[in-house]
């Protein structure tokens, strides 16, 4: 570990500009740990690109150099580094080819692509690796890193509510708030604030769950977004609620895309582990959380992702 960390300081130091990007469709954590990331390396002199190839959520828009987030990369660049993707797929189409010289991620799914990997499944969140890990890089950490790096923490654990939260994360946490990060305002603006047509749209969600044994779903489409006026092509973090009833193990939610194309994504406790499930989607994750695009009509993938979804819940009921 201590050689991984040498290299990543040596390639980093020998770099005038490098290149920070991290996944489709970002979450906190892609977007704090873009922020974060970019802001020691430029702090420490580098040119940076900031780049998220669908932009970052107004959510952070007062957050240093949100305003340079990019959604392409711009050769030439002496370093790539490619932050919470567990394979390439998940950074859309902004490499066209280019290596990538580090990986720093968490996701045990990871299929170590770079010339450098640093892969810490243990990490909560890779926001929580870059904090831990900056003074190994020759990086100082500072308050404008801080709060991106802090809404990454916050957004991954929910609130240090999942089961990967660990004395580590905490003390990552510990020392961004040292640096004068607003702790608990993070927590209201990146987990507890909604918009009106996300809670609306939540509604519709909430209407159409189902439960099967252990197993709870519900389906999100067109229909629905334009009934709450949501206008993302997402789930509005209705996940994170229906991951708290009882007596379920997994719940999936399924989000239309377009006629072809439909986002799942798995939440599982008690020990199940959907990143597999999740994979064999062409998709990936954590055990207890993921997620995958699938091709086909809403109803085929429902049918073929719950058929699937049962029988790992089957086979985990003989085992037990
Ligand atoms: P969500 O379901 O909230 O989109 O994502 C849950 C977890 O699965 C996150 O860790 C996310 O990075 C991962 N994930 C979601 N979609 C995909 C995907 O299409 N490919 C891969 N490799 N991981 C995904
Ligand atoms: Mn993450």
Same mark, same amino acid.
């Given at each position: 570990m201590r050689d991984l960390h040498q290299q990543i300081r040596q390639v980093l130091a020998d770099a005038a500009t490098v290149a920070v990007i991290a996944h489709v469709r970002p979450d906190g954590d892609a977007i704090g740990s873009v922020l974060g990331l970019g802001t020691l390396l430029t702090e420490a002199g580098k040119q940076v690109q900031f780049i998220l190839p669908d932009g970052a959520s107004a959510l952070y828009k007062h957050m240093a150099h949100y305003d340079r987030i990019q959604t392409r990369l711009q050769e030439p660049v002496d370093v790539v580094v490619v932050l919470d993707?567990? $394979?390439?797929?998940?950074? %859309? $189409?902004?490499?066209? %080819?280019r290596k990538v010289d580090i990986n720093i991620d968490h996701h045990p799914?990871?299929?170590?692509?770079? $010339?450098?990997n640093l892969v810490?499944?243990?990490?909560?969140a890779t926001s929580q690796i870059i904090t831990l890990c900056a003074q190994h890089w020759g990086l100082g950490l500072s308050k404008t890193a801080a709060e991106p790096l802090m809404a990454g923490i916050l957004t991954d654990t929910i609130g240090f509510r999942?089961?990967?939260?660990t004395a580590d994360t905490l003390r990552a946490a510990a020392l961004l708030m040292e640096q004068g990060v607003d702790m608990s305002g993070l927590y209201y603006n990146t987990l507890l604030k909604r918009s009106y047509q996300s809670v609306k749209l939540w509604g519709r969600g909430l209407e159409h769950l189902q439960k099967d044994g252990r197993l709870a779903w519900t389906v999100l489409d067109e229909d629905d977004r334009q009934a709450s006026r949501y206008? %993302?092509?997402? $789930?509005?973090?209705l996940t994170a609620l229906l991951a708290?009833?009882?007596?379920?193990d997994v719940i999936v939610v399924f989000v239309a895309q377009d006629d072809n194309h439909v986002k799942v994504s798995w939440r599982a406790t008690n020990g199940v582990d959907v990143s597999n499930l999740a994979v064999s989607f062409n998709g990936g994750g954590h055990a207890p959380a993921s997620g995958a695009t699938v091709e086909g009509t809403l109803d085929e993938v429902i049918e073929r992702v719950l058929g699937e979804t049962k029988k790992l819940l089957q086979e985990r009921r003989k085992q037990d």
């Open positions: 993707c567990s $394979d390439l797929l998940r950074t %859309g $189409d902004v490499l066209n %080819g799914t990871n299929e170590l692509f770079a $010339d450098i810490e499944v243990e990490a909560a999942t089961s990967n939260t206008s %993302g092509k997402d $789930d509005a973090e708290t009833i009882k007596g379920v």
